[in-house]
């Protein structure tokens, strides 16, 4: 008994060793990372949500991105290499998550109900999101 205790620790140990760390969510510079995650299969209201989300980066924010600030990344919820990231983020299909740095402390906002809301409303959801990139740089 005493040795399936031991192996069994041992087992544990280095599995834990070589297990797949978390990726870095936000770098040292970073104020703002903005993810969507997606599936393999995209209807186009999801295309378009992540290309207005670029449009809005790319029209507003192109220093922020060049530097760092704002670091915008796409997950395939559907590839292995990406579980990890997609179980912290419980995002199981199109999700469009902010996250920001506050006193060490990670602080994740989920904005895919507004994004599925307003993304009809191209202008709106264009304004709208431009405005909270900018809330949350300050």
Known sequence: MKNFIFIVAAILVLST??????????????KLNIYYFHLT???????????????VLEDNFRHELDSGIIVFKSFNVDLPENKTICEKYQAYGATLAFTTLHGGKEKIEDLTNFAFAKIHN?????????????????
């Open 17 to 30: 060793s070589f297990a797949q760390k978390n990726p870095p969510v936000t770098s040292s510079k970073s």
């Open 41 to 55: 299969n995209r209807c186009p209201t999801c295309i378009k949500i992540e290309a207005t989300t670029k449009k």
């Open 122 to 138: 191209g202008d709106a959801f264009y304004n709208d999101l431009k405005l909270k990139i900018q809330f949350y740089l300050k």
